[in-house]
């Protein structure tokens, strides 16, 4: 089993930063690629960046390229999404997700990750 705890959301003014982290713990070696979907009221949980543990490459959904960075520090088996220029649209539960499989197939789908944190909750205004 992998654990899995998000922390740093928060309410921002649209233009505004925040930075999400998730900390794993636990069977650390099963988790090859981490994740970050978002959730909105009433709408389906949805892709917004991935990094493969083992090379670093990193994944974006096209609604966050330029904005978002995804990352990774090893020693502490935390990653972390930074998101910039937020929009009232980014509005949503962020939460982190870890899966087994190490390749890249289907990465964006929810349904083929195997932990999942908790949630946080980024809200911004306009």
């Known amino acids: 089993q992998v654990q899995l705890v998000e922390s740093g959301g928060g309410l921002v003014q649209a233009g505004g930063s925040l930075r999400l982290s998730c900390a794993a713990s636990?069977?650390?070696?099963?988790?090859?690629?981490m994740g970050w979907f978002r959730q909105a009221s009433g709408k389906e949980r949805d892709f917004v960046a991935a990094i493969r543990w083992s090379d670093g490459n990193t994944y974006y959904a096209d609604s966050v390229k330029g904005r978002f960075t995804i990352s990774r520090d090893n020693a502490k088996n935390t990653v972390y999404l930074q998101m910039n220029s937020l929009e009232p649209e980014d509005t949503a539960v962020y939460y982190c997700a870890a899966r087994r499989k190490i390749t890249v197939a289907s990465i964006n789908i929810p349904d083929e990750y195997d932990y999942w944190g908790q949630g946080t909750q980024v809200a911004v205004s306009s």
């Open positions: 636990g069977r650390t070696f099963s988790r090859n690629v």
